[in-house]
C-alpha cells in the first residue's frame, strides 16, 4: 500500500511554528488583526509586566497613550488595507501597572497561520531618551553660566542657537539659578546668540517680565540691529528693555550707579 502523502501544516500548527521564532526575540513583537492581539510573545509579556494571556485578546491600540491612539489606528487601518510596511516610528506606551515607555515601533504585514495581521516589534528606548534629555539638560546648563562679578551682580553670557525648547528651558533654568545669589542686576549677553529671529526676541521680553517680578533688573548686550528688526517684527516692545551695547559698558553703568 503506497504510503499516504504528507499534509499540510494545519493552521494551529503554522501559528504555533510562527510563535516558536517570534519567541526567539529579545524585543517585544505583537501580532494582531483588526486592533486584537493575537499574540504576544515572553519578551513582550515582561516587558509590559503581564502576563500572555492577559494581553491576548486585548485592543493593542490600548496600549498608546491618549496622544498616539489616532495615528497608531490610522497605522494599523492602512497596514492592513494596503499591506505597506509603516516607518519606524518614536512612541509612548502605557504598561500593565500603569509606567509609561518610550519605545520604537516598527510594524509591518504577516501572514498568522490563515490570518492577515500586522506584526508590531517595539524597542525600549526609556533610558536612552532619559540620557539624551539629561545631557541636553547638563548641555544648556553649561552653556548659561551665571558668573558673579561683585555682590548683587552677575553676567549671564548666552552662545549657540536657541530655538523653541531651548527658549523654553532657559526660561525656566535662568530663574532657578538666581535663587539664593541675592543679586540687583543681571547682565545678559547675546552677541554669541548664532540665530537671530523672533524666537529670541520673544525669549528676551519674556525673562526680562520673569526676572522683574523676581526684583531683579536686566541689563541686556550684544544685542544687533537685526534682532531689533525682528522684535518689530513679533511687536515685541524692545524700548521696555534696558540695553547697552557692551558688558563693559554695563558695568561702568552698574558702578557708577551703586
Known amino acids: 500500500m503506497p504510503n499516504a502523502p504528507t499534509s499540510l501544516a494545519s493552521i ?4 504555533k511554528m510562527y510563535q516558536d521564532i517570534v519567541n526567539y526575540s529579545d524585543e517585544t513583537t505583537i501580532i494582531h488583526s483588526n486592533q486584537k ?17 492577559e494581553v491576548v485578546g486585548a485592543d493593542v491600540v490600548e496600549v498608546f497613550t491618549d496622544d498616539y491612539k489616532e495615528l497608531i489606528t490610522k497605522r494599523i ?10 516607518e519606524l516610528m518614536e512612541t509612548t506606551v502605557r504598561r500593565f501597572d500603569g ?11 504577516v ?12 524597542r525600549d528606548i526609556t533610558l536612552q531618551k532619559k540620557m539624551s534629555h539629561d545631557l541636553r539638560q547638563l548641555k544648556n546648563e553649561i552653556s548659561a553660566p551665571i558668573v558673579p562679578i561683585i555682590d548683587g551682580l552677575a553676567v549671564l553670557p548666552l552662545v549657540g542657537s536657541v530655538d523653541g525648547d531651548r527658549s523654553m528651558r532657559l526660561l525656566d533654568i535662568i530663574p532657578q539659578k538666581v ?8 547682565i545678559i549677553d547675546v552677541s554669541g546668540i548664532y540665530n537671530i529671529d523672533n524666537v529670541v526676541a520673544e525669549f528676551l521680553y519674556k ?8 526684583g531683579i533688573q536686566l541689563i541686556f548686550t550684544g544685542i544687533r540691529p537685526e534682532l531689533a528688526l525682528k522684535a518689530v517684527d513679533v511687536r515685541v516692545d524692545f524700548s521696555k528693555l534696558k540695553t547697552m551695547s557692551t558688558v563693559k559698558q ?6 557708577t550707579a551703586n
Request: some cysteine; glycine content about 6%; proline content about 3%.
Open 12 to 15: 494551529p500548527e503554522k501559528e
Open 37 to 53: 492581539v493575537l499574540y504576544i510573545n515572553q519578551s513582550g509579556a515582561e516587558f509590559f509586566k503581564a502576563k500572555q494571556e
Open 77 to 86: 487601518q492602512k497596514g492592513m488595507e494596503n499591506r505597506t510596511i509603516g
Open 99 to 109: 509606567t509609561l515607555a518610550d519605545v520604537e515601533l516598527y510594524c509591518y504585514p
Open 111 to 122: 501572514q498568522y497561520g490563515e490570518t492577515v495581521a500586522i506584526q508590531s516589534t517595539m
Open 179 to 186: 535663587q539664593g545669589e541675592n543679586l540687583h542686576c543681571l
Open 207 to 214: 525673562i526680562d517680565q520673569i526676572m522683574r517680578l523676581l
Open 250 to 255: 554695563a558695568l561702568k553703568q552698574y558702578l
